[in-house]
């Protein structure tokens, strides 16, 4: 049976973010489910997919740090045609309505610095529809709470989980899932 987003993190809701290369073997050794590939090239992108899935990963490609991939709907659709990850990450509000139509899961990241993105980025999840939302910083639990009842969209945490203590902060304030570059945490 294939394993979705939602299957891997009932199994481990921690996700290894790979924000260089040299990350890569680790996240696939770790008891990760799920890797957030933020790191790589058009050159690149197809093997470390293969890569991951091979390792029976679930792999999410945030498309707008992958280089030589436009971030329009054509390289979108290049990306979910050619490379086939399980999903993508996106700031994009227009990459989340386009990829509704290209049927791929998709996780938008949202970047939350006061009470003005806060508003606008509740906003966009109500209008762009989002398989997932990720919130950055993760150690803001009132702010995840604030989200969750707001959207009623799945959330996930990341930047600045450094410690078991964030992951259950996280996790208790209605987070699914936290992902981290840090490697310490990927085996919590």
Not at 115 to 133: H, Q, T
Request: glycine share 6%; with cysteine; net charge positive.
């Amino acid at each position: 049976m294939r394993k979705n987003f939602f299957d891997r993190i009932a199994i481990n809701p921690i996700i290894a973010a790979v924000n260089h290369s040299d990350k890569l073997d680790k996240a696939l050794h770790s008891p990760c489910e799920n890797i957030f590939l933020l790191t790589g090239n058009i050159v690149t992108i197809e093997e470390v997919v293969k890569k991951i899935k091979l390792k029976d990963k679930g792999i999410y490609v945030h498309v707008d740090l992958i280089e030589g991939i436009s971030k329009d709907i054509w390289g979108l659709k290049y990306l979910v045609n050619k490379i086939k990850p399980d999903g993508i990450i996106t700031t994009k509000n227009n990459l989340v309505k386009f990829s509704r139509e290209l049927n791929i899961f998709t996780i938008q990241r949202l970047f939350m610095l006061d009470s003005l993105s806060l508003d606008s980025g509740i906003r966009s999840i109500r209008e762009s529809k989002p398989n997932a939302v990720e919130i950055l910083p993760g150690i803001m639990p009132k702010v995840v709470r604030e989200i969750s009842r707001r959207s009623n969209i799945p959330i996930i945490t990341g930047g600045l989980i450094r410690e078991k203590e964030d992951v259950i902060n996280s996790i208790g304030s209605g987070a699914v899932a936290v992902s981290t570059s840090n490697e310490e945490v990927w085996y919590m």
